[in-house]
């Protein structure tokens, strides 16, 4: 399970947490005191050198983007884009 607040910002004040309930990771940041929502976690893609992927969409009025990221387990602000 994974649990973050809502308006939290990319990677911030995420919570994942295993199957026994105990924390598994735990990132802090701003708009901690907003309410949080839990959801299903779904591993990334990880490869021989212990990076995490992730592949996203982008819209921007109407132009698209496909993305890729590669970072730790929990990819945020840090996350280097894949080319």
Do not use: T, W
């Not at 598994?24 to 212990?50: P, R, T």
């Amino acid at each position: 399970m994974c649990e973050k607040v809502f308006f939290g910002q990319e990677g911030a004040n995420v919570k994942i947490i295993s199957p026994l309930d105990i924390p598994d990771l735990k990132i802090e940041g701003d708009n901690f005191e907003h309410k949080a929502s839990c959801q299903e976690y779904n591993k990334f893609f990880k490869n021989d050198a212990g990076k995490y992927y992730q592949i996203g969409v982008i819209f921007a009025g109407e132009s698209a983007c496909l993305y890729f990221r590669c970072g730790r387990k929990n990819i945020g602000y840090k996350a280097q884009f894949c080319g």
